[in-house]
């Protein structure tokens, strides 16, 4: 069962500038009820007010986010490889073309007949069809890059701010700019701090599955991870990190786990890992 899903303008941008999630957050339950490897395709509105096409988010895991969670409880994960998002700037107004899906989209203005709860509807195979042909042609947003986040995370906790400003440079032409800007100024700067607070917190064990190469080796070996990933416009704060050995950030980074707040456990392709250990607070950001 494919879905529609009116993204409203300002946030489908604003999204792009925080670096393309490849997820989405809806208080619909019509969230849980897309199979894994159906399409949400998202059209949204430009500053320009043209109504286009936005994504076709292609699923690959569906998780529930924290309760009271400010986008909704539920989250749907974007297959990274056969997921897209188109380039908006010069697309043609699709308003006829969702009048003719089996949605009802009577409002002369479209965006109207997608309020609120009515922002996600659901699609007919002929609809999916229609959509795949439209999009055929279409260029996709150069901008909705992911950065080697593995990469980026190596660097950042060596140290060394020169190295995460070369691998930003060298990956620039798919950053957006405020993103860009953010990771220039702030990250080298803020994350080894957090990164020392959490091995004492954690006493440099895994979270996940407790190994403690400090009692061990007398070395810290665990590295810290993003639940939402900082390429991805994740915060760079202890709400949003956990502390884990490298197998297990490896396999994290590898699989692209998604993380299901319904009980703080990893995704993986073939089981769900939950955290082990836990002494500070996580948040959805
Ligand atoms: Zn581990
Ligand atoms: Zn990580």
């Given amino acids: 069962m494919p879905l529609l899903y009116h993204w409203v303008g300002k946030n489908y941008r604003r999204d792009l500038d925080w670096g393309a999630g490849y997820h989405l957050n809806q208080s619909n339950p019509l969230l849980q009820e897309i199979y894994v490897g159906d399409s949400l395709w998202a059209f949204t ?11 076709e988010l292609v699923v690959r895991a569906k998780t529930r986010n924290p309760n009271g969670f400010r986008y909704g409880s539920y989250r749907i994960w974007g297959d990274l490889k056969r997921s897209r998002y188109f380039r908006t700037e010069g697309q043609p107004d699709i308003s006829e073309l969702i009048r003719r899906l089996s949605v009802k989209a009577n409002s002369p203005v479209i965006g109207r007949s997608f309020q609120g709860h009515a922002a996600v509807r659901r699609l ?44 930003i440079t060298t990956e620039a032409p798919g950053i957006a700019d405020e993103r860009r800007q953010y990771l220039f100024e702030q990250t080298p700067r803020r994350n080894p701090r957090h990164v020392q607070e959490l091995r004492e917190l954690y006493g440099g064990m895994c979270q996940l599955c407790g190994w403690n ?10 590295e810290a991870h993003h639940v939402h990933w900082l390429s991805r416009g994740g915060d760079d704060a ?22 299901d707040w319904a009980d703080a456990s990893f995704l993986f392709p073939k089981n769900r890992e939950s955290l082990q250990i836990s002494r500070h607070t996580l948040q959805a950001t």
């Fill in 45 to 55: 509105r430009t500053t320009t007010g043209k109504y286009v096409l936005a994504m």
């Fill in 124 to 167: 007919t195979p002929a609809d999916h069809r229609l959509l795949v042909d439209y999009a055929r042609h279409i260029p996709l947003e150069p901008r909705a890059r992911l950065l080697p986040e593995e990469e980026l995370e190596a660097r950042i906790l060596l140290g060394d701010p020169d190295a995460v400003s070369n691998l």
């Fill in 213 to 222: 190469p400090k009692s061990q080796y007398r070395r810290n070996l665990c």
């Fill in 238 to 259: 202890l709400h949003n990190m956990v502390l884990i050995c490298p197998n297990h950030h490896r396999a994290i980074h590898r699989t692209d786990a998604p993380f």
